[in-house]
Each structure stands twice: as C-alpha cells, then as structure tokens.
C-alpha cells in the first residue's frame, strides 16, 4: 500500500534561512514523488516531481527536492526562504507501474519571520 | 484563461440536504477530479473522471455521485448530506494521466468549495 509521511505539522525558519520540510514515503514499486504548495484559500499548486534519474530536482519559486531511496525520503528545500515562503505544504506519491491513486500527506505548514 | 473554477465557494448545509457542487475548466483537460481536504489527512480522492461521459470511484467515493456531460465541466452531488462530509472540496483537471518529463500529467487545482453540514 502507498502512504506518505510528513513528520512535521510546522517549521518555522527565519528569512533568509535555508529551510527544509522533511516527506518519507512507502510504495510497493518504484515512485513518482510530487510537492504541491496551498496559500491560503487557494487550490494546491504544483512544485516539482522527480519521476527518475538525477536525485535532485528543480521546481518552481528556488524549491528544490532530493530523492533518497535508501531512506525512502523526498525533503523539500530551499537555500534561502522568504516571508513569502509562507505556506502549507504537500507531499505526494504514486506507484510508477501504474495505477491512478496519488497519495497525499498530511501537510506542513511552513512560517517563515522576516 | 481562468484555469479551473469552482460555484459555490462556501455553503452550509443541514442534516439530509442536497447540493451540487460545479467545476469547470477551460483548459481543454481530458482528466478531471474531486478531493476533499480535511485538516491532518491531506487530500483524498473522491471521483475522477477520465473523460466527457465517464467517471470512475476515488479512494471515498461513498455519499457521493458525479457526472460530466460536458468535457469542460465536472459535477459532484451530495444526495443527503451528513455531518461527516463537512470539508473543503477541491476540484482539479490534468491534459493527461501518465507521469512524465512534460507538465502534461500537472494537475490544476480550483480555490476549493468550503463545506459545513449542520
């Protein structure tokens, strides 16, 4: 079964800050891992996906994402945040042989001080 | 281009009512979908359809009917509406379902519908 994992409900960060929002994830094959952001009342949008090869990915904002499949992780990161960074955050996966669930964590809710 | 949309975006219902909630997309997407949000559980899937005239089950389909008669519209109905579907409603459209290098599989998601039932 496919589940995802954030272990965080918030992080806090100082501007400026480099700032990680940690994802573990379990499926049965190989993965296709997504971060979806939500600013208030508003709908998810989409960040990044690592699908295969290189294990860090670039998306959109200066967001980043390392895959680990030894650690079975997909940590969200940014080198430095902005007030604007200000957000709830979503972890996702999907098994890549197929299938259409996509699997969606908890969330974290990420403050960024200025 | 206003992507996707949603009608209406907040509603309370009592115990046993009805409502239809509508989304709509005029992005030409095949695919569309229902989540519901509810707070420390992320999204689960409700309906989704991968086609005008077809729908399939999500993960909590169950309370729940849809139909998508147009390609560009997507509709969810609560036919006696229970304290336990209380939630935030979310509607999304994707051009395609395969995961891929291109932005095709990207779902697109509405501003979401806030639902209480009495």
């Known amino acids: 079964a496919q589940s995802v994992a954030q272990p965080e409900d918030q992080v806090n960060v100082a501007e400026g800050n480099p700032l990680t929002v940690k994802c573990t994830y379990s499926v049965s094959g190989n993965p296709y891992l997504f971060w979806y952001v939500q600013y208030p009342n508003r709908g998810l949008q989409f960040l990044l996906k690592y699908i295969t090869g290189d294990n860090l990915v670039k998306g959109s904002y200066g967001f980043e994402a390392e895959f680990n499949k030894s650690q079975t992780s997909f940590h969200l990161k940014k080198p430095s945040a902005l007030v604007s960074d200000s957000a709830l955050y979503f972890c996702?996966?999907?098994?890549?042989?197929?299938?259409?669930?996509?699997?969606f964590g908890a969330g974290t809710r990420l403050f960024v001080k200025a | 281009n206003a992507g996707v949309t949603q009608t209406p975006k907040f509603r309370v219902l009592k115990t046993g009512q009805s409502m239809t909630l509508l989304c709509a997309q005029d992005?030409?997407?095949?695919?569309m979908y229902w989540y519901r949000q509810d707070p420390g559980m992320g999204l689960r899937l409700i309906h989704y359809?991968?086609?005008?005239?077809?729908?399939a089950k999500g993960e909590v389909p169950d309370g729940y009917n849809v139909s998508r008669l147009k390609k560009q519209n997507f509709l969810l109905g609560l036919e006696s509406a229970a304290p336990s579907q209380t939630s935030v409603y979310f509607c999304?459209?994707?051009?395609?379902?395969?995961?891929?290098?291109?932005?095709?599989?990207?779902?697109?998601f509405g501003p979401g519908t806030r639902l209480t039932v009495l």
């Open positions: 359809s991968v086609g005008e005239g077809t729908t």
């Open positions: 992005m030409n997407h095949e695919y």
């Open positions: 999304a459209s994707s051009y395609s379902f395969r995961v891929g290098p291109t932005s095709t599989d990207t779902q697109y």
């Open positions: 996702a996966v999907r098994d890549a042989r197929g299938g259409f669930k996509t699997i």
